[in-house]
């Protein structure tokens, strides 16, 4: 977190089906822009504060790892970083 507050790109891998499962420890919830546009039950109103808060900064991906073209993007994606 600390370094997305200074101004590092920070990509956070996520779990294919799910994403974090921290999205739904709440309430309290941020509303969804666009429900039909998440990988969450639509019994979820949205995305919890706690998740919001310590995933500031952050950009995520879902990759599956078990598949080739997810570790061949993970291996793209390990190439450029500063630290991983």
């Not at 997305?4 to 309290?28: F, N, Q, S």
Request: hydrophobic share 30%.
């Amino acid at each position: 977190m600390l370094l997305g507050d200074l101004g590092a790109e920070i990509i956070k891998v996520e779990h294919p089906l799910r994403g974090d499962d921290t999205r739904t420890w709440g309430p309290p919830f941020k509303t969804y822009k666009n429900p039909k546009n998440t990988t969450q039950s639509p019994s979820f109103p949205g995305e919890s504060a706690y998740y919001l808060s310590v995933n500031r900064n952050k950009k995520s991906i879902a990759i599956d790892m078990k598949k080739e073209s997810g570790r061949r993007i993970l291996t793209e994606l390990a190439s450029k970083c500063d630290i991983l």
